[in-house]
């Protein structure tokens, strides 16, 4: 096929480096207003009538201009950024808070920006130096236990701090939380309610599931049961880790009737491994998971296991941040959401 004469030729666009970039007189002059006018639309709407923010609105889609929000934070001093932190994006429990979150500080006119710092402080450390450098109008933390170093910066910051998914009476900030040795102490009641009396722990190594453990090895010892068997895999636990956990449990103690699992993936991968072996549930073994995510209740057997209100968690957070962000005062800024066992079939 002879090759199109030149003016048929598509135009190859022009390269981003070599484009004038839109500035905010562009807007105004299109919009016809003035630039301040243009600055209030777009970073406090609520003091500009609705026919002259659609209107700028449409300037900004039409020129493709992008605000220069760092520079407008040094301005102002605010950001409307929000960081969370999270110790995995892999799996589901931590995503109704960071879900609810999200929602929460966008109809307050905030950003979220995730960070996966894994279970090591020295990785926390490392994002929060980045972070603070940034002056993000608020931090959401998931767990309290951060290092000397971290807890001296996220101190001198003054940026408004909320600590989740635990608990503990001498917070950086605020805290949004809940005890972990109360909730291990409450399954251990519940399984020796259920006659459950040689028991058994597959537990993640990371401090929270820690804290659920010394909970649920006091409570034991309260009942005076024998100590319960422990096997430890490293977090974030998985269903693959579930199965070779109760064969290792089973190996230490056969005669094991119950076993509470850090995760609902370790719970999951229990209930496969108990079904290749033969074991009924909760007949022969009763199974109790944590965090109640989307299988726990459609699985054979459906999964006893405990739930975080992890939208309660992720909207008080986000208010906490908001409010003090906009110079408010927090009447109440720890808070115990608490926890529910969700009883099921397997338990």
């Not at 484009?19 to 630039?35: C, D, K, N, W």
């Not at 931090?139 to 001296?152: A, D, K, Q, Y």
């Not at 291990?184 to 722990?201: D, E, I, S, T, W």
Request: with cysteine; aromatic share 4%.
């Amino acid at each position: 096929m002879p090759r199109p004469p030149p003016s048929t030729l598509p135009e190859t666009p022009e390269p981003i480096r070599n484009r004038p970039v839109v500035t905010l007189r562009e807007v105004a002059e299109q919009a016809g207003v003035s630039m301040i006018t243009v600055s209030r639309a777009i970073n406090t709407p609520g003091q500009v009538s609705e026919p002259t923010r659609i209107r700028i609105q449409a300037a900004i889609s039409s020129l493709g201009y992008v605000p220069n929000l760092i520079a407008g934070g040094l301005r102002s001093a605010r950001s409307h950024l929000v960081t969370a932190l999270v110790p995995t994006t892999t799996g589901q429990l931590f995503g109704e808070m960071v879900q609810s979150l999200t929602d929460a500080l966008e109809l307050r006119g905030y950003q979220v920006m995730l960070g996966q710092v894994g279970y090591a402080h020295s990785r926390e450390d490392e994002l929060l130096r980045a972070i603070v450098g940034r002056r993000p109008d608020g931090i959401v933390l998931t767990g309290i236990m951060h290092s000397p170093e971290g807890r001296r910066l996220l101190q001198a910051s003054g940026i408004p701090v909320v600590e989740t998914w635990d608990f503990t009476p001498n917070p950086i900030d605020m805290l949004v939380g809940l005890s972990h040795e109360q909730l291990g102490a409450a399954v251990c009641k519940h399984l020796h309610a259920k006659g459950r009396r040689r028991l058994g722990l597959l537990s993640g190594d990371d401090e929270r599931a820690a804290r659920r453990r010394k909970g649920f090895y006091a409570e034991a010892g309260r009942l005076g049961l024998r100590e319960p068997a422990l096997q430890l895999e490293k977090s974030p636990t998985s269903h693959t880790e579930g199965r070779a956990g109760l064969a290792a449990l089973l190996a230490a103690q056969p005669d094991i009737d119950a076993v509470f699992c850090s995760s609902d993936m370790l719970a999951l991968g229990v209930l496969t491994e108990a079904r290749a072996r033969a074991m009924a549930v909760p007949d022969q073994l009763a199974v109790v998971g944590f965090g109640d995510i989307e299988f726990a209740q459609t699985v054979i057997p459906s999964l006893t296991t405990v739930r975080i209100d992890g939208t309660r968690m992720g909207e008080t957070a986000a208010g906490f941040i908001a409010d003090r962000a906009e110079g408010k005062t927090v009447a109440e800024p720890v808070v115990d959401i608490g926890f529910s066992i969700m009883e099921r079939e397997s338990a």
